[in-house]
């Protein structure tokens, strides 16, 4: 079990540090629960959940609230320090159990096949390294566990991508905490040997312009249950 967390740890321990970002993505992100249907997002991305779940990248931890009542207990993984002082503070008001604890995305600090699902969501966006993430992830799940993602990445027509990769290129990484808008997770899970299962295509916000951010993704995929 990893050891509950304050959210007050020394900043030597934390993986990111990105402080004004984080309260940023903060305030942005409460008002995206109803202003761009994020709510109703998170609630698909958890239905169905049951048993240990980790959670990779929980921010300011607003997936809490939507754990259904067959989750028996979430390990909230958040290595940013502000954030994780959020999501500890909705932790307290969660209906299912939830330790928050800090750590990176790529050396997770918990056992082997530790977990019957696993949830990634807004995260493989700013990881540094894509494959050691998802890796650590396989890793952590049993074989045949689940892995629920909701992701933004590449899409759009050949401007917009040829703008996403500029964008990556230069300015959009420092201004968002290393987030990157041109990476494909639905390639990336697949690469990862996952069996990928349903997914759909969702833009966020449902409505307006396309932002070079909108382009996101929301689905399954499993561990071989093969896997050894």
């Known amino acids: 079990m990893p050891i509950r967390s304050t959210g007050?740890?020394?900043?030597?321990?934390?993986?990111v540090h990105h402080p004004l970002?984080?309260?940023?993505?903060?305030?942005?992100?409460?008002?995206?629960?109803?202003?761009?249907?994020?709510?109703?997002?998170?609630?698909?991305?958890?239905?169905?959940l049951a048993g240990r779940v980790i959670e990779i990248g929980a921010g300011n931890g607003l997936n809490f609230a939507h754990y259904p009542a067959t989750v028996s207990e979430v390990v909230a993984i958040e290595p940013?320090?502000?954030?994780?002082?959020?999501a500890v503070e909705a932790a307290l008001r969660s209906?299912?159990?939830?330790?928050?604890?800090?750590?990176?995305?790529?050396?997770?600090?918990?056992?082997s096949e530790a977990f019957d699902a696993a949830v990634v969501s807004l995260v493989l966006c700013s990881v540094r390294d894509v494959p050691r993430a998802?890796?650590?992830?396989?890793?952590?799940l049993r074989p045949g566990g689940i892995v629920r993602?909701?992701?933004?990445g590449r899409g759009?027509?050949?401007?917009?991508?040829?703008?996403?990769?500029?964008?990556?290129?230069?300015?959009?990484?420092?201004l968002t905490?290393?987030?990157?808008?041109?990476?494909?997770?639905?390639?990336?899970?697949?690469?990862?040997?996952?069996?990928?299962?349903?997914?759909?295509?969702?833009?966020?916000?449902?409505?307006?312009?396309?932002?070079p951010s909108s382009y996101c993704v929301l689905g399954t995929a499993w561990r071989p249950v093969d896997d050894a």
């Open 95 to 111: 209906d299912v159990p939830v330790d928050v604890a800090p750590g990176a995305a790529e050396a997770l600090p918990v056992k």
């Open 80 to 86: 940013e320090r502000h954030l994780r002082q959020l």
């Open 21 to 48: 970002f984080a309260r940023f993505y903060a305030r942005v992100s409460v008002k995206a629960e109803t202003r761009a249907g994020m709510a109703g997002i998170r609630e698909r991305l958890l239905a169905g």
């Open 149 to 152: 993602f909701f992701e933004h």
């Open 8 to 15: 007050s740890g020394k900043a030597a321990r934390d993986a």
């Open 177 to 211: 905490g290393g987030c990157h808008v041109a990476r494909d997770p639905v390639a990336a899970v697949r690469a990862a040997g996952f069996e990928l299962g349903p997914y759909r295509r969702v833009m966020m916000p449902e409505t307006g312009p396309a932002l």
């Open 156 to 174: 759009g027509g050949r401007a917009m991508r040829a703008t996403q990769q500029a964008l990556d290129a230069t300015v959009w990484p420092r």
């Open 134 to 140: 998802l890796a650590e992830v396989r890793r952590v």
